[in-house]
C-alpha cells in the first residue's frame, strides 16, 4: 500500500471533532449509479489521497495510506424531494478523520424528482481548492471531457531539519509540538444535531464598505473574502464570550499554505 507523508498544516484537520469539507449537489433525474461509481474509480486513480486513511507514522505524525477501505460509496433512497428537506445534513455520510476510517465518503440519494449526490472529505485530504478540482475532474471524466492530472508532489510540504545554530536543531517532531496541535484525544466532537445553522445575507454594498474600511489600514490587498470572514469571527466570538462573562477575546488561527509552495529561507 501507497503511504503518503502529512504536512503539520495537514495535522490540524485530523482528530475527532475536526469537521470535513461537506458539500450537497441536487440533480433534476436519475443519475445512473453504475456509471458514477465506474468513473469514480477512474477519478480515483488520478488522486490517490482520496482513497485513503489515517495510519500513524510514528510518535509524532500521521500518514495517508491508500486503500481500498478508504472511501465509503453509498446509495439510499428518500420520499422527501431535495427543495423540501429542512434537515439538508441528512445527505452527507460524514466522514471522521481518525485512524482507520475512510477519509472519503460519498452518498447518493435517490429522491421523487432527483438525485442528490454529497461529498465529505477530510479536510486533511483536501482544501477548499483541491476538493473542487477533484469533483470537476470527476465531473468531466463522467461526461467524457479532457482532464488535468493534478501533481501529488507532498514531500515540499514536510519540514524539514533547520540548523539555526551549532547549538540548535529544529526537528520535524519540535514543528509539531510548537504549532499546539492536537491528536484525537485532546478533542471533544459536537454533535451535529447540537449545531445552530443561520443563513445571513450581505448584500454587495455592504461588502464593498467593509473592504473599503479595512483597506485604509491595511498594506496588504484585502479581498471580499478576507473582510467577509472576519467580520464573522468579530460578530461570533463576542457572542461566544459573553456567555462566560469574559469580554476579552484570544484567538489562534492556522494558516492554510497548502497551496503556497514558493521556497523560503528562514531569517
Aim: charged share 25%.
Amino acid at each position: 500500500m501507497s503511504t503518503y507523508p502529512l504536512s503539520p498544516i495537514d495535522h490540524i484537520f485530523t482528530g475527532v471533532g475536526s469537521y470535513p469539507i461537506e458539500f450537497v449537489f441536487a440533480y433534476d433525474g436519475v443519475i445512473e449509479e453504475e456509471r458514477l461509481r465506474d468513473t469514480l474509480n477512474e477519478t480515483l486513480c488520478l488522486f490517490p489521497p482520496a482513497r485513503s486513511k489515517l495510519v500513524r507514522t510514528s510518535e509524532h505524525a500521521y500518514g495517508f495510506e491508500v486503500s481500498d477501505e478508504g472511501i465509503h460509496f453509498e446509495t439510499v433512497s428518500s420520499s422527501i424531494n431535495f427543495d423540501d428537506q429542512e434537515y439538508r445534513h441528512t445527505y452527507i455520510d460524514p466522514v471522521d478523520s481518525v485512524e482507520d476510517e475512510p477519509l472519503t465518503r460519498i452518498r447518493l440519494t435517490r429522491t421523487p424528482k432527483g438525485s442528490v449526490l454529497g461529498v465529505s472529505m477530510s479536510h486533511a485530504v483536501v482544501d477548499g481548492f483541491s476538493y473542487f478540482y477533484f469533483l470537476s475532474t470527476w465531473a468531466r471524466i463522467f461526461n467524457g471531457s479532457r482532464v488535468l492530472d493534478p501533481v501529488h508532489n507532498r514531500e515540499v510540504l514536510i519540514p524539514a531539519e533547520l540548523q539555526r545554530d551549532t547549538s540548535t536543531t529544529i526537528t520535524r517532531a519540535d514543528v509539531l509540538d510548537e504549532a499546539g496541535l492536537f491528536w484525537e484525544s485532546r478533542r471533544e466532537a459536537i454533535a451535529r444535531d447540537q449545531l445552530v445553522w443561520e443563513t445571513r445575507t450581505i448584500s454587495r454594498e455592504a461588502m464593498n464598505a467593509l473592504l473599503a474600511e479595512a483597506q485604509k489600514d491595511s498594506d496588504l490587498r484585502l479581498s471580499h473574502n478576507d473582510v467577509i470572514t472576519a467580520s464573522l469571527w468579530k460578530d461570533y466570538l463576542g457572542k461566544w464570550e459573553s456567555l462566560n462573562g469574559d469580554d476579552t477575546t484570544y484567538i489562534s488561527c492556522p494558516v492554510d499554505f497548502r497551496r503556497i509552495l514558493k521556497p523560503f529561507a528562514p531569517n
